[in-house]
């Protein structure tokens, strides 16, 4: 059974149709990566399936529940972290999980064991009886995180999880999504950086205007736009319709489009032709200011699946 | 405890091993989630937990009625009642049930700040009763009633006040303003869930409440007011509500002044009530 299966999923905010007909299925026990910039749909999405907004049109199935009518039961086996920390500052660590872990059902007792128990894996044993105001960022995350998992939930919605923090800290919270996943964990990942679905998700989602608009494993998906992306940036923004040519035609590939006015980015099939292109380029007189060979960004794999860049959706659609 | 900024650095260097996580992680049984009782319980427990833990709260609203009541009873008492200490006994009781009114406008500013913090998100994913965050925030709300009254009780006995129906009126005068307040409170919540944020609610809030805490007999004598005013005061609840205190602090209540501060109070719970449960469970 799927853990998550959603059909032709609609919500609309007055003229904004923030989600337009989204079809996901989520196999059980794996990271679900949906990746999309702000006001795509991602958050509006995942609060139908958290029980918390009503779809408008279409349906989804949560641990084969249906999110209108069995909303109570869905609740009893999720849990979300939203994307702004949700947890109460103006409480201690402990007592925010105290708090969690006895309107779950685990008593006084229970509840306050179960705290210290996830303050200590999180590492937060230090910072336990300060109030969460005074934490930093990465603290405040992991505490969520430990808040939504008081009781281990079957199905965990993280709405981006690492947006803010630095690297040290989300390679901690990456830790810690791994490690759920290994208990058995199915989670549901929004994010916007596709650094990070690709380093947890088995698959992904590309939302783009309230719709999937691709779907695949993360090495599926960046191939779509070569294996590697060739960056050229030029002293002369003039000479950039010459040097593209150039490269397309040494590397047989085709050219992606760059917001850069000064800078060309072609998709590489075979990295090791890569420097001989640079060289070639050289040759022709066009003046380079720099080069690297990397991954494809987001910018470039929605510039690649939409034709247009990340940065210029506009945020209307962006729903709390 | 370490307190200060270098802890929170400190402790964010903890460092995390993967064996830690996985012995947090262990999952258990799932437990049955709390009856709507024991979320209320819960809830109530939260809410008295942030009175100790933000008490600039409670003192911000306490300072201004004993401020009030210095300035008015020192100031104006000559002027107005002949002396200082006639004063006094007419103003106290009013001083107190604007001391605890105004505390009711932090239940919506508190609950503003769930919703804009993103805990009402948690708490509506949590398989509870959908309304025991409000009505056991509601009722932990009471202690700072209870406190907030108090303040000013005590700030007027220290001044001379005299009590003529002893603890027993005061008790019982605490009792009936506390009624009252839960009531009240109700409408802030409402205000809560259709504000942007904690401030505007704030000020939605005294914005509604100086001008009823002026037009009634807190202050003055009705009968000394223009006959519009004198209406207006007449018809204010919480003109109604001084008057109940100012029997039972005094030993003289009329049950008629108790019992119509009992319905408005009964009012605004079975108006604003189900509008605060709607909101909450249907506002994204």
């Known amino acids: 059974m799927l853990a998550i299966e959603t059909h032709g999923l609609v919500k609309t905010f ?49 641990l084969g529940l249906d999110v209108a009518s069995d909303s109570g039961e869905i609740r009893r086996r999720i849990s979300m972290t939203g994307q702004i920390a949700s ?39 230090d910072a336990a009886g300060k109030l969460v105001k005074h934490y930093s960022g990465g603290m405040r995350r992991r505490l969520d995180i430990a808040a939504s998992i008081v009781v281990t939930p079957e199905l965990l919605f993280l709405d981006e999880p ?64 070569g294996k590697s992306v060739l960056h050229v940036r030029l002293s002369d923004a003039a000479t950039r319709d010459e040097a593209e040519r150039v490269l397309v035609q040494e590397l047989g590939t085709e050219a992606i489009e760059a917001a850069d006015q000064a800078a060309v980015a072609v998709g590489v099939p075979n990295p090791d032709r890569a420097a001989e292109a640079v060289g070639v380029l050289a040759d022709t007189g066009v003046e380079i200011a720099g080069f690297s060979l990397g991954q494809p960004s987001l910018d470039e794999v929605f510039l690649a699946l939409t034709g247009h860049a990340a940065s210029e959706i506009d945020q209307d659609g962006e729903v709390m | 405890m370490a307190v200060g900024i270098e802890s929170k650095q400190e402790a964010d260097q903890a460092s995390i091993s993967t064996e830690a996580i996985h012995a947090a992680l262990v999952a258990g049984q799932r437990p049955k989630p709390a009856s709507g009782f024991s979320a209320c319980l819960s809830f109530a427990w939260r809410s008295m937990l942030k009175i100790k833990h933000v008490p600039e709260q409670l003192i911000d609203v306490t300072i201004t009625p004993v401020l009030f009541l210095v300035m008015f009873v020192y100031l104006f008492g000559g002027a107005v009642a002949g002396s200082t200490s006639d004063y ?63 303040v000013v009780i005590v700030a007027g006995l220290i001044m001379g006040y005299d009590a003529a129906n002893g603890v027993v009126g005061i008790l019982l005068s605490i009792g009936l303003v506390v009624v009252f307040a839960f009531g009240l409170a109700w409408l802030f919540t409402t205000v809560g869930l259709l504000m942007r944020s904690p401030s505007a609610v704030m000020n939605t809030g005294f914005m509604c409440l100086f001008p009823l805490i002026f037009l009634s007999n ?67």
């Open chain 2, 218 to 284: 807190i202050f003055v004598e009705p009968s000394t007011l223009p006959a519009a005013l004198e209406w207006f005061v007449g018809v204010n609840p919480i003109s109604h509500l001084v008057t109940a205190v100012r029997g039972l602090m005094a030993g003289s209540a009329d049950g008629g002044d108790i019992s119509l501060v009992f319905a408005e109070a009964a009012v605004l719970t079975v108006i604003f009530v189900p509008l605060t449960t709607r909101l909450y469970r249907t506002r994204s």
């Open chain 1, 14 to 62: 007055g003229e904004t149709r923030a989600v337009d007909g989204v079809d996901l299925s989520v196999e059980r026990g794996s990271i679900y990566g949906v990746l999309g910039p702000n006001g795509a749909g991602k958050t509006t999405t995942i609060r139908m399936l958290a029980t918390l907004l009503r779809p408008d049109a279409g349906s989804a199935n949560v």
């Open chain 1, 162 to 225: 690492t947006t803010g923090l630095d690297p040290r800290s989300r390679n901690q919270v990456w830790d810690i999504v791994r490690a759920l996943v290994g208990q058995g964990t199915t989670v549901l990942l929004c994010t916007q950086y596709l650094d990070e679905a690709d380093q947890l998700a088995s698959r992904i989602a590309v939302i783009d205007r309230g719709k999937v608009i691709a779907e695949g494993t993360p090495a599926e998906l960046k191939s779509s736009v």
């Open chain 1, 87 to 125: 947890v109460d500052e103006e409480l201690t660590g402990r007592e925010n999980l105290r708090l969690l872990g006895k309107l779950l059902g685990l008593g006084r007792k229970g509840a306050a064991g179960r705290a210290d128990e996830l303050l200590e894996g999180f590492g937060l044993s």
């Open chain 2, 88 to 150: 006094l006994q007419y103003i106290l009781p009013g001083l107190l049930v604007q001391s605890v009114l105004f505390t009711t406008v932090y239940s919506g500013m508190s609950l503003n700040t769930d919703l804009t913090k993103g805990v009402v998100d948690r708490f509506r994913t949590l398989p509870i009763w959908s309304s025991a965050p409000l009505v056991g925030a509601a009722f932990g709300d009471i202690l700072r009633y209870v406190l907030a009254g108090l």
